[in-house]
Structure formats: structure tokens, C-alpha cells
């Protein structure tokens, strides 16, 4: 089926229809994001934490310094 003929067939569903197709595609989206966003992410995060307590470890050696 190509893109025309889902547009087509989607203009021609009950509103509550186009409603379940429009959550439909909002969790497939949901899904790409978790997928393809979300590892990425978690590593970023997991690097941002890495630096943050690098930071406070060399934070209190000069606080124990002194």
C-alpha cells in the first residue's frame, strides 16, 4: 500500500478511528526514539555523571588539602 493509499483510507475513518491511528503512530515514534535516542542518552548521561564525580573527588582532595 503506498503512502497515497493509507492518506485515502485514513480521510475515510470515524474521528475516533483517525484517533487510535494517530496513538498508533505516536508509540511507533515513541519506540524509534526509545530505540534509537535512548541508548545514546543513557550514555551521555552516564558521561556528564563520570566527569560531575571526577570533579567533586579532585573538589575534595583540595578541600582535604587545606
Do not use: C, F, W
Not at 503506498?2 to 519506540?31: F, P
Not at 563520570?50 to 567533586?56: E, L, T
Amino acid at each position: 500500500m503506498r503512502l497515497e493509499e493509507v492518506k485515502s483510507a485514513i480521510k475515510e475513518l470515524t474521528v475516533e478511528e483517525r484517533r487510535k491511528v494517530a496513538l498508533y503512530i505516536l508509540e511507533l515514534e515513541k519506540e524509534h526514539v526509545q530505540k534509537t535516542l535512548g541508548p545514546q542518552l543513557a550514555e551521555d548521561v552516564n558521561a556528564v555523571s563520570k566527569v560531575v564525580q571526577d570533579a567533586i573527588q579532585k573538589l575534595k582532595k583540595l578541600v582535604d588539602r587545606a
